[in-house]
């Protein structure tokens, strides 16, 4: 007797969720400062090194990813997904760059922020805010 078995489908590297995290309840608070950590990402490209920004939601210019570093998650781990979420790439997260305090344009509030250089390593077509922001290389 033979029995006939199907493989077990593979995981998908190169999938990433569409849909971004939301609210505030799992973030995380220091001495009354709300947490966000994000990344530089940059890639070689004929041996020049390029950085990418993204276009923020709420004014002009354009700027690094950056957004909550929630409870469940590590600094790199935070700084990862909101990469992810808010420019569409993905890579190697480095040593910490430092950590800096500034004030909230909308909310008047102190915050404390945290920077990672990010080697990309993936660049996705569609990513969770993609209708919201434009992505360039510089």
Not at 56 to 85: N, Q, V
Not at 86 to 93: F, N, Q, R, S
């Amino acid at each position: 007797m033979v029995a006939l078995v199907s493989p077990q489908p593979q995981p998908q590297q190169n999938m990433i969720a569409l849909v971004s995290r939301t609210g505030r309840h799992l973030q995380r608070y220091s001495n009354g400062r709300r947490q966000v950590v994000g990344c530089i990402p940059y890639k070689y490209k004929a041996g020049e090194l390029q950085v990418l920004v993204i276009s923020s939601k709420k004014g002009k210019g354009m700027l690094f990813p950056k957004g909550g570093w929630e409870k469940d998650e590590s600094k790199e781990e935070a700084a990862i997904r909101e990469t992810i979420e808010e420019a569409g790439v993905k890579g190697v997260v480095e040593l910490e760059l430092g950590k800096w305090s500034f004030m909230s344009k909308t909310h008047h509030t102190l915050y404390d922020g945290y920077m990672f250089p990010l080697l990309v390593q993936e660049q996705f077509e569609f990513w969770p805010e993609k209708n919201f922001r434009q992505r360039r290389w510089v």
